[in-house]
């Protein structure tokens, strides 16, 4: 059942559909990304790893996942815990694009000793988070974007999370 937040007489429905995704070379265990998205996704069956070359012919794998689903999609949100939540609540000018969509990088190596870190690209291995907003005429979609968090926040807290990535 879609439950719908109300702001005001204006219905919001939240997040249309949510993406990861994570790139590892070809000299690195494709696994453990998979390992990552599926921890934040919930589920072990919607990751999905895809082996091509890169441009220049070296190995690589492209592992993503997608949910579709908006309860779920808000609850792979709610699984990054409160406090992620909070940050990328304060960050929304730069994290949200004109197609409305919220872009979350996640640190790699941090998710997998246990702990969860928003990160900016650089040096270290990232997941990228593409959480695509149900945006309607007469909604903007910066409220639109904090009210979703806002709901994820309130749903990381009833369910305690995050759980340790690890376990």
Request: charged share 25%; proline share 4%; hydrophobic share 40%.
């Amino acid at each position: 059942m879609i439950m719908p937040i109300l702001l005001g007489s204006i219905v919001i429905m939240g997040i249309h559909h949510i993406s990861w995704q994570s790139t590892a070379s070809g000299l690195e265990d494709e696994y453990i990304h998979a390992a990552a998205l599926s921890w934040i996704t919930g589920d072990d069956e919607l990751v999905e790893i895809e082996r091509m070359n890169s441009f220049h012919g070296s190995p690589i794998h492209v592992v993503t996942a997608e949910i579709k689903r908006r309860t779920k999609a808000t609850k792979s949100l709610a699984r990054l815990g409160s406090e992620v939540l909070e940050s990328l609540k304060s960050e929304l000018d730069s994290r949200l694009d004109e197609e409305n969509v919220l872009h979350i990088r996640l640190d790699l190596l941090d998710l997998l000793s246990g702990k969860i870190t928003l990160t900016v690209p650089g040096d270290r291995p990232t997941i990228k988070g593409r959480a695509k907003l149900e945006v309607y005429p007469g909604n903007e979609a910066i409220e639109i974007a904090s009210s979703t968090l806002e709901k994820a926040i309130e749903d990381a807290e009833r369910l305690g999370l995050p759980e340790n990535p690890r376990s």
